[in-house]
């Protein structure tokens, strides 16, 4: 069985321009989150979505913004790329929200803002 | 603010003896906590979980305890073997396990000595 695929691996992006980044989750799940890991704040939440629909959002400005297919692979998009925005962008996958001891993470995007 | 506190960065520990990974919280409405394991370039993979109506899980190596009056949990392995050596995240929900996002510690590095 196929696990959480998180395509591009690495990207480079200048100040300014914005990214989109892709996930398809294992077979079956219907619920995507996304997380951001910086060294300086760890891993932090994103968002989720289930059945396409944003179900809880994380503090972070509306330049992040996501959504989600009928075939449960999900998108993030960051526009006016900062530099802060350097990290690594992780997603996880599970049957349904909130079922986290089995959630699947994928191996992330990593996003360097030049 | 960090609600969800992991203070040793990274931890030391010969082989053979036990590791102890130590987390820390502030926010009262945490009732779910769990454990990831991380190794480099890869996502972060469910360890142990524990419910707030528990003080303690088992499972093989592995053992979490939570301590409610002092909003503290901590993660023993016993004994610590070299493929241990990882990132380990602390993370907690505030519905039970139920669909809300996952709030993250920074994580402790374990380097388990020969």
């Known amino acids: 069985k196929a696990g959480v695929t998180q395509t591009p691996r690495y990207l480079i992006k200048t100040r300014g321009q914005q990214v989109t980044l892709s996930c398809s989750p294992i077979?079956?799940?219907?619920?995507v989150s996304w997380y951001q890991q910086t060294p300086g704040q760890g891993l932090q939440f994103l968002f989720e979505?289930?059945?396409?629909?944003?179900?809880n959002k994380g503090n972070f400005p509306g330049r992040f913004s996501g959504r989600q297919f009928s075939n449960s692979r999900s998108e993030m998009n960051v526009s006016t790329l900062e530099l802060g925005d350097s990290a690594l962008y992780l997603c996880?996958?599970?049957?349904?929200?909130?079922?986290?001891?089995?959630?699947?993470f994928g191996q992330g995007t990593r996003l360097t803002v030049v | 603010d960090q609600q969800v506190k992991q203070n040793s960065p990274s931890l030391s520990v010969q082989e053979g003896r036990i590791s102890i990974l130590n987390c820390d919280y502030t926010?009262?409405?945490?009732?779910?906590f769990l454990w990831y394991k991380k190794y480099p370039a890869e996502g972060p993979t469910f360890l142990i979980s524990?419910?707030?109506?528990?003080d303690k899980n088992e499972d093989g190596r592995f053992t979490v305890f939570l301590n409610k009056s002092a909003k503290h949990l901590s993660l023993h392995i016993v004994p610590s073997q070299p493929g241990d050596s990882a990132v380990y995240f602390c993370?907690?929900?505030?519905?039970?396990?139920?669909?809300?996002?996952?709030?993250f510690g920074k994580g402790t590095h374990l380097i388990i000595q020969p």
């Open positions: 996880a996958s599970s049957l349904e929200p909130g079922r986290w001891t089995e959630a699947f």
């Open positions: 077979s079956g799940h219907r619920s």
């Open positions: 979505y289930f059945s396409e629909t944003q179900r």
């Open positions: 926010n009262s409405m945490f009732d779910y």
């Open positions: 524990i419910s707030s109506i528990k």
């Open positions: 993370a907690a929900s505030a519905t039970g396990g139920g669909a809300d996002g996952l709030t």
